[in-house]
């Protein structure tokens, strides 16, 4: 069974970090492109970043650019993002993708970014 585990979302002051994780499990992420994406209330889901299974490469969001970091610890099938310099605008609840299986996501984990 595919199964995709958010966690480390929560409340932050603007400016603040956060640090999400995403665990899988009946799948390798380092054989398939990974993803985080978030819906923000009212808003339709949009792509965070993305890092290609051929290259590595990566991807962000204009939005994100600079303060978002995604990673993948192959040993631990995880991926992270870390998300510094946080605004309000990124207030969300943030999913977790890999492309395995024609697409598996995780039930999302919620961002608030509030004074």
């Known amino acids: 069974e595919v199964q995709l585990v958010e966690s480390g979302g929560g409340s932050v002051q603007p400016g603040g970090s956060l640090r999400l994780s995403c665990a899988a499990s009946?799948?390798?992420?380092?054989?398939?492109?990974i993803a985080w994406f978030r819906q923000a209330p009212g808003k339709e889901r949009e792509g965070v970043s993305s890092m290609s299974s051929s290259d590595g490469s990566t991807y962000y969001a204009d939005s994100v650019k600079g303060r978002f970091t995604l990673s993948r610890d192959n040993a631990k099938n995880t991926i992270f993002l870390q998300m510094n310099s946080l605004k309000p605008e990124d207030t969300g609840v943030y999913y977790c993708y890999g492309s395995a299986f024609g697409g598996s996501w995780g039930q999302g984990t919620q961002v608030t970014v509030s004074s």
């Open positions: 009946g799948f390798t992420f380092d054989d398939y492109t």
